[in-house]
C-alpha cells in the first residue's frame, strides 16, 4: 500500500540555512528531566506524568520559521505551529501520542512564537507481516539478510542478543510489508518503531499538507 516517508524540507530558500531549524536553548531554561524540561520526553516508552515546559527552544540562527520546524532532540518528536496542528487535528494519529504546547524563540529576530511539541510512542512494530519484510544487517558495508518469520521470533532474538551484549544497531528494514490488521487501522501519521523510527504519512496527510501550502516538510513514497 502507497505511504509517504516524511522528512524535513531540505530547501533552504524556505528553511532557512541551519539544519536542524531548533536544537538549542535560550538562556535561563532548562532542559532537564528533574525540571521537566524537554528530557523529560526522552524516554522511549512513557509520557511525562505532568505537562513539560518547552517554553525555552531557539531558533538557530540562519534558520527560518515554517509550519514544521525539524530539531535535533529526538526522532519521537514533532514541532509544528497552529496552522500545522489544524491538519493534524483532522487526521488519524497512531493512537500513542500527545501534543504539548512549546514556544520557539529567534534571538535574531527578536520573536517569540507559540508551536506545539508532539511525542509518539509507535507499537506497529508487532504489525509488520515478517514473512514478507527484509531485515538486513551491516556486515563489513554489505547488507545481509535475518531470516526471522514473526514478530515473536524477532523480540526473542533481540532480547538473546541483547543480553549478551551483542546487539547489533545497524539491523534495518530493507523491505517491508505491514500487515491487514495494521491497514484496518487507517492511520495517516505514525512510525513502526523498535529498528525503524522513520515518520510515515498517508496521502491523506501528504495531500492536506499540500493542499494548506505548509512549509517545512518533503515527502518520499513508499510501499509498505
Given at each position: 500500500?502507497?505511504?509517504?516517508?516524511?522528512?524535513?524540507?531540505?530547501?533552504?530558500?524556505?528553511?532557512?540555512?541551519?539544519?536542524?531549524?531548533?536544537?538549542?536553548?535560550?538562556?535561563?531554561?532548562?532542559?532537564?528531566?528533574?525540571?521537566?524540561?524537554?528530557?523529560?520526553?526522552?524516554?522511549?516508552?512513557?509520557?511525562?506524568?505532568?505537562?513539560?515546559?518547552?517554553?525555552?527552544?531557539?531558533?538557530?540562527?540562519?534558520?527560518?520559521?515554517?509550519?514544521?520546524?525539524?530539531?535535533?532532540?529526538?526522532?519521537?518528536?514533532?514541532?509544528?505551529?497552529?496552522?500545522?496542528?489544524?491538519?493534524?487535528?483532522?487526521?488519524?494519529?497512531?493512537?500513542?501520542?500527545?501534543?504539548?504546547?512549546?514556544?520557539?524563540?529567534?534571538?535574531?529576530?527578536?520573536?517569540?512564537?507559540?508551536?506545539?511539541?508532539?511525542?509518539?510512542?509507535?507499537?506497529?512494530?508487532?504489525?509488520?507481516?515478517?514473512?514478507?519484510?527484509?531485515?538486513?544487517?551491516?556486515?563489513?558495508?554489505?547488507?545481509?539478510?535475518?531470516?526471522?518469520?514473526?514478530?515473536?521470533?524477532?523480540?526473542?532474538?533481540?532480547?538473546?542478543?541483547?543480553?549478551?551484549?551483542?546487539?547489533?544497531?545497524?539491523l534495518q528494514f530493507s523491505?517491508?510489508?505491514?500487515?491487514?490488521?495494521?491497514?484496518?487501522?487507517?492511520?495517516?501519521?505514525?512510525?513502526?518503531?523498535?529498528?525503524?523510527?522513520?515518520?510515515?504519512?498517508?496521502?491523506?496527510?501528504?495531500?492536506a499538507i499540500v493542499a494548506?501550502?505548509?512549509?517545512?516538510?518533503?515527502?518520499?513514497?513508499?510501499?509498505?
Amino acid at each position: 500500500m502507497k505511504y509517504y516517508i516524511v522528512d524535513s524540507s531540505s530547501d533552504w530558500s524556505v528553511v532557512g540555512n541551519h539544519y536542524p531549524q531548533v536544537y538549542d536553548f535560550i538562556k535561563g531554561y532548562n532542559p532537564d528531566e528533574s525540571a521537566n524540561g524537554i528530557f523529560a520526553l526522552y524516554d522511549p516508552f512513557l509520557f511525562p506524568t505532568a505537562t513539560p515546559n518547552l517554553s525555552g527552544l531557539k531558533l538557530a540562527s540562519g534558520a527560518n520559521y515554517t509550519d514544521f520546524l525539524s530539531q535535533g532532540f529526538s526522532g519521537d518528536l514533532f514541532l509544528f505551529n497552529e496552522k500545522a496542528k489544524s491538519v493534524l487535528d483532522t487526521i488519524h494519529i497512531d493512537k500513542e501520542h500527545k501534543i504539548y504546547p512549546a514556544k520557539v524563540i529567534s534571538l535574531r529576530k527578536k520573536m517569540e512564537k507559540d508551536y506545539y511539541m508532539m511525542k509518539i510512542i509507535s507499537e506497529n512494530f508487532h504489525h509488520v507481516d515478517f514473512a514478507n519484510s527484509v531485515i538486513t544487517r551491516n556486515v563489513d558495508n554489505v547488507k545481509m539478510p535475518i531470516e526471522v518469520s514473526s514478530c515473536q521470533e524477532f523480540m526473542m532474538t533481540y532480547r538473546n542478543k541483547e543480553k549478551r551484549g551483542e546487539w547489533d544497531r545497524s539491523l534495518q528494514f530493507s523491505q517491508i510489508k505491514m500487515s491487514q490488521e495494521f491497514y484496518d487501522l487507517h492511520l495517516d501519521l505514525f512510525q513502526i518503531g523498535k529498528i525503524d523510527f522513520l515518520w510515515y504519512a498517508s496521502p491523506k496527510f501528504v495531500n492536506a499538507i499540500v493542499a494548506k501550502g505548509l512549509t517545512g516538510l518533503q515527502f518520499e513514497e513508499v510501499e509498505l
